[in-house]
């Protein structure tokens, strides 16, 4: 039904009850039963006729939303397909003469256009437990994070007071902790034969290797660090240490210790981190009743769970060994990771031309801290 309609009837109706109104004011009387009812009538036709305008506005509405929808969906897919194109055809080496199809040109290479670093940031985040599971932040540049000390004595408190006497004030105090843009560059080799392929996708090949590359890194820095000028690293980072009773060795009392090191705010998010073969010999462990203390856990994301928490394996921990850190235990959004989204690439083409490859280099800006000790703790084997 057009709207043009619906609202001519609605004014026809409203003079109607207007005119029933002005003849009882004209001749000052009260409305007869018969008028009332004539006036309640028309109120209710042009109560549902408000209702149907009011549906067919929102009826247009859903409609035009609907199809602006599809159209902003239309403009991203032919985005995002000019930009794979742009991205596909500058590693096979083609020039587009399209201004739109080209890659701008960065500090270390062409820049990746956004919807292809977009996929190769989020590769990464499902490829890496341990990025994932940090506190994140995709920003350029220096990235200030206030930090609350953990010295007692500089603790806010509250205590009891009496009238006529001054509270002691205390304030705890802020630092913080800067996180820098430290350059990491990952390589991944095409066979030149693949390339020439067409029907090879290209794009998503150099995506799923690229992603694995720097999650493999990014993963072996956030867990290690390398010293100056790269991550710091939790094993590195992390004040609050806990000692094995012996040495070489892990038992359950040393697993409870390093659970109970971390207040319980702290504990609904946390997890195990440690090496395959550490958690081969703690699914050895048994509790007095000779139940296994690691149990599979389908819920789990790794499959196991320790004292009610999930564990993951990295082949960057340390094994069993004296001295050495073995187990990361906490909240893990007790580390940040800086990680910029702009990804830039290198097309290396002569570098590998003997191997009959073509070289990729994506480079990535990272950094990582730990920014709250109370969340994180390690166990450490006595020597």
């Given at each position: 039904m057009e709207l043009k309609y619906l609202t001519e009837q609605r004014a026809e109706n409203q003079s109607k009850m207007q005119g029933i109104l002005n003849g009882a004011k004209g001749e000052k009387r009260a409305m007869t039963e018969e008028k009332i009812k004539k006036f309640k009538e028309l109120k209710?036709?042009?109560?549902?006729?408000?209702?149907t305008i009011k549906a067919e506005e929102e009826a247009r509405k859903e409609e035009l939303d609907e199809s602006q929808k599809e159209e902003t969906d239309k403009q991203s897919e032919s985005t995002e397909s000019a930009e794979q194109r742009a991205f596909a055809n500058f590693i096979r080496g083609i020039k587009t003469e399209k201004r739109a199809n080209n890659l701008d040109?960065?500090?270390?290479?062409?820049?990746?256009?956004?919807?292809?670093?977009?996929k190769i940031i989020e590769k990464v985040k499902e490829i890496c437990p341990i990025y994932s599971l940090s506190e994140i932040y995709n920003v350029?540049?220096?990235?200030?994070?206030?930090?609350?000390?953990?010295?007692?004595?500089?603790?806010?408190?509250?205590?009891?007071?009496?009238?006529?006497?001054?509270?002691?004030?205390?304030?705890?105090?802020?630092?913080?902790?800067?996180?820098?843009?430290y350059l990491a560059g990952a390589l991944t080799k095409i066979s030149k034969s693949l390339i020439n392929k067409s029907d090879f996708d290209l794009t998503n090949f150099v995506i799923n290797k690229m992603s694995a590359a720097i999650a493999e890194f990014i993963e072996k820095e956030l867990l290690n660090g390398t010293g100056t000028n790269s991550c710091q690293g939790?094993?590195?980072?992390?004040?609050?240490?806990?000692?094995?009773?012996?040495?070489?060795?892990?038992?359950?009392?040393?697993?409870?210790?390093?659970?109970?090191?971390?207040?319980?705010?702290?504990?609904?998010?946390?997890?195990?981190?440690?090496?395959?073969?550490t958690r081969k010999a703690?699914?050895?462990?048994?509790d007095g009743d000779g139940n296994y203390?690691?149990?599979?856990?389908?819920?789990?994301?790794?499959g196991y769970s320790l004292l009610g928490k999930p564990v993951y394996a990295s082949d960057n921990m340390p094994?069993?060994?004296?001295?050495?850190?073995?187990?990361?235990?906490?909240?893990?959004?007790g580390l940040s990771v800086k990680l910029t989204k702009d990804v830039e690439i290198q097309v290396l083409q002569e570098l590998y031309a003997a191997q009959h490859v073509l070289g990729v280099v994506g480079w990535v800006e990272i950094d990582?801290?730990?920014?709250?000790q109370q969340k994180l703790a390690v166990l450490k084997i006595k020597a």
């Open positions: 209710k036709l042009i109560d549902e006729i408000d209702e040109v960065g500090n270390n290479g062409a820049i990746v256009p956004q919807t292809i670093a977009n350029k540049g220096d990235l200030v994070i206030p930090y609350y000390g953990e010295n007692a004595s500089e603790d806010i408190t509250c205590a009891y007071a009496t009238e006529f006497t001054d509270l002691t004030s205390t304030a705890g105090k802020f630092t913080s902790i800067n996180l820098s843009s939790i094993l590195t980072g992390v004040t609050n240490i806990v000692e094995t009773s012996s040495s070489g060795k892990i038992t359950a009392d040393d697993l409870i210790d390093l659970q109970e090191s971390v207040i319980d705010n702290y504990q609904k998010n946390a997890v195990f981190i440690m090496n395959r073969s703690i699914r050895k462990l048994k203390l690691l149990n599979r856990d389908i819920t789990s994301a790794w094994e069993i060994g004296a001295s050495k850190k073995a187990i990361i235990y906490g909240d893990m959004t990582g801290k730990v920014t709250d």
